[in-house]
């Protein structure tokens, strides 16, 4: 009865995870990028820069192991160029690559929708140090934001923006700035099934008898 209770935990975990969002949340602003990465309760900061600890040490275990990292990263590499080769088949580079364009766009149009993405604060302070040069940026920024939010919405699922979430300004004197934070989340099965429909697309078009 215990093995039939952890059993149906397992299933209720592996249900809950696929139905969880894998949110995606990005933060700029001071000039520092910051990536979090959730799904569910679980978080993870993205490292965006390494921090400088036991530069010395760090110098003499670096030549110590050098020799093993190189040869891990030619397996790694040969490891992944053996997937590739074994994914395009007898197929020429440039028309795998073609056929790996149209089932990507394919993919992107039917499962576009399932992407949400939420904009939080979108501020951006023009500045060049000269007006004239500050005044052509400022309408180049301001026009590319408007096509931007325009292709996400009739894209992607955007979440309706906030009042003056949305700020692009001109500073004549000043440079350049922004703040900005934004969320993407998708459910984990949607993202799988995503996946799945990439790989079996682009197997069947590289060879028909596949599934068969």
């Not at 590739?84 to 766009?105: H, N, S, T």
């Given at each position: 009865m215990i093995f039939l209770y952890v059993i149906l935990g397992i299933l209720a975990l592996i249900v809950l995870l696929l139905v969880s969002y894998l949110r995606v949340q990005l933060l700029y602003t001071n000039e520092i990028f910051t990536l979090h990465i959730c799904i569910g309760p679980i978080r993870y900061n993205v490292p965006m820069q390494k921090k400088v600890r036991y530069r010395k040490l760090a110098k003499k275990l670096r030549k110590k192991k050098l020799s093993s990292k190189a040869v891990s990263a030619a397996k790694e590499e040969n490891k992944k160029s053996q997937v590739?080769?074994?994914?395009?088949?007898?197929?020429?580079?440039?028309?795998?690559?073609?056929?790996?364009?149209?089932?990507?766009?394919d993919a992107a149009k039917q499962h576009a929708k399932k992407l949400h993405i939420q904009i939080d604060r979108l501020?951006?302070?023009?500045?060049?140090?000269?007006?004239?040069?500050?005044?052509?940026s400022y309408g180049i920024c301001a026009q590319s934001t408007a096509y931007l939010l325009e292709f996400l919405d009739s894209t992607v699922t955007l979440a309706p923006l906030s009042k003056d979430v949305v700020q692009i300004c001109a500073d004549f004197t000043g440079g350049w700035d922004a703040d900005i934070k934004g969320t993407v989340k998708i459910r984990v099965i949607h993202l799988l099934q995503a996946l799945l429909t990439v790989f079996f697309s682009l197997k069947s078009n590289i060879n028909p008898d596949f599934g068969t």
């Open positions: 590739l080769e074994e994914l395009r088949g007898d197929l020429p580079l440039p028309v795998f690559l073609k056929k790996l364009k149209d089932v990507l766009i501020r951006i302070m023009v500045g060049t140090g000269n007006p004239a040069s500050t005044g052509i």
